[in-house]
Each structure stands twice: as C-alpha cells, then as structure tokens.
C-alpha cells in the first residue's frame, strides 16, 4: 500500500521560511522520481519541484531560486526547503512519485503566507 505523508506546514509571513517532509511507504522509494505539487484554492494542484533517483532537480519557474526539493534515501524521506515566500505560495502541498499514483495522496499539509 502506497504512502505518502506530509508534515511541516503552518502560517508564515511574506518573506519568511518553511520547511516540509514527506515520508514515503509502499514504493521502492530509491528508484523514483519524486515530485512536490500544490493547490492553491479554486485551482488545479500543480508540480511545482521535482527530483531524480541521483538528486537532480527541476522547478517550475514561480518557485526556482526559493524553493530546495531533496531527499534521504536511507530513510526514505522528501523535503522541500521553502525561503521567501510570498502570498501566492498559500497552498495545500503534496508529495508524491513525478507520475503521480492516485491512490497515494495524502493529506498534505497547508502552507498559509500572511500577515
């Protein structure tokens, strides 16, 4: 059974910094591609980074700069490091494989950016 949960939201104010983990079960977490999405509200849930098996990265480009994705292998753990955020960053994040498996979303945790 495919596992994912998110930990490490809350409330910030614009400018400061966050950071998220996700612990993964049910997959053979060293071969995957991970991946952290958000959705903001009334939106589409969106991938905003994403890392290979050996660590290389991508971002989408509204987070590139700010946002750091990696992982632990050996423990089998996702991290996303987030610095100077911004208002529009306010989401529900997620983790899961690049090509996501449905049945393994989580809860996510709520990242809220405000005053």
């Known amino acids: 059974q495919v596992q994912f949960v998110e930990s490490g939201g809350g409330l910030v104010q614009p400018g400061g910094s966050l950071g998220l983990s996700c612990a993964a079960s049910?997959?053979?977490?060293?071969?995957?591609?991970m991946g952290w999405y958000r959705q903001a509200p009334g939106k589409q849930r969106e991938l905003v980074a994403r890392i290979t098996p050996g660590g290389s990265t991508n971002y989408v480009d509204s987070v590139k700069g700010r946002f750091t994705i990696s992982r632990d292998n050996t423990k089998n753990i996702l991290y996303l490091q987030m610095n100077s955020l911004k208002p529009e960053d306010t989401a529900v994040y997620y983790c899961n494989t690049d090509s996501p498996i449905q049945s393994g979303w989580g809860q996510g945790t709520q990242v809220t950016v405000s005053l």
């Open positions: 049910g997959i053979i977490f060293r071969f995957n591609f």
